[in-house]
């Protein structure tokens, strides 16, 4: 929604395999999170990118979990050897005060 | 911390009738509070927020919140609900200074025909 594009929408994966997730942001908006949101569950902050700082990746569950952010826009979150508790929907989203969110990618491990 | 609590995990209502779905937060200092909605397999959308100024605020959709400081709620309204108000509703807080929100389990919404 709002502009934010996130791919793929659905993602099947063996365990142990790595999977990408790329998100690309409305223009102009510097800043870029990453929520995950398992059944069941709210949503889970993972990683916040604001312009050229830091990101605050204090959300990321374990170091199989890491993100970057490329010249200020698109965003890649990478999964590597995945577990089935990895499956759930990860959302992006950019803005301001509000945030506005793309439609997800739902990630399922097998 | 900030933290949001949505006590309620399923509210089910009549169609034509006044739906409340409630939320009460903890957070340092003055709260941002907003409200968004979730439609099966869609993303969030936002619906509405408070940041300063009247206590009582209006958004899409018909739905409205009113900020209580006293009672850390910031409840969510709408006078007469309809079947396509059944969704899966969040309430998020995020503290003046805090880069992250936080948000509640959500509730799930059933408006009934």
């Given amino acids: 929604g709002a502009g934010v594009s996130q791919s793929p929408s659905n993602k099947v994966t063996e365990k142990g395999k790595d999977v990408e997730l790329r998100c690309d942001p409305i223009s102009g908006h510097t800043a870029l999170y990453w929520y995950r949101q398992s059944l069941g569950q709210g949503l889970e902050f993972l990683i916040y990118f604001q312009g050229n700082s830091a990101p605050d990746k204090s959300g990321l569950p374990s170091d199989r979990f890491s993100a970057e952010r490329t010249g200020g826009s698109v965003s890649t979150l990478t999964i590597q050897r995945t577990q089935q508790e990895d499956s759930a929907v990860y959302l992006c989203a950019t803005g301001g005060r509000e945030l506005f969110f793309g439609e997800g990618s739902r990630l399922t491990v097998l | ?113």
């Fill in chain 2, 1 to 113: 911390a900030q933290s949001v609590a949505q006590p309620e995990d399923q509210v089910n209502v009549a169609e034509g009738n006044p739906l409340t779905v409630k939320c009460t937060y903890s957070v340092s200092g003055n709260p941002y509070l907003f409200w968004y909605v979730q439609y099966p397999n869609r993303g969030l959308q936002f619906l509405l927020k408070y940041i300063t100024g009247d206590n009582l605020v209006k958004g899409s959709y018909g739905f409205e919140a009113e900020f209580n400081k006293s009672q850390t709620s910031f409840h969510l309204k709408k006078p007469s609900a309809l079947v396509s108000d059944s969704a899966l509703y969040f309430c998020a807080v995020r503290g003046y200074g805090n880069n992250r929100l936080a948000f509640g389990k959500g509730n799930q919404v059933v408006v009934i025909p």
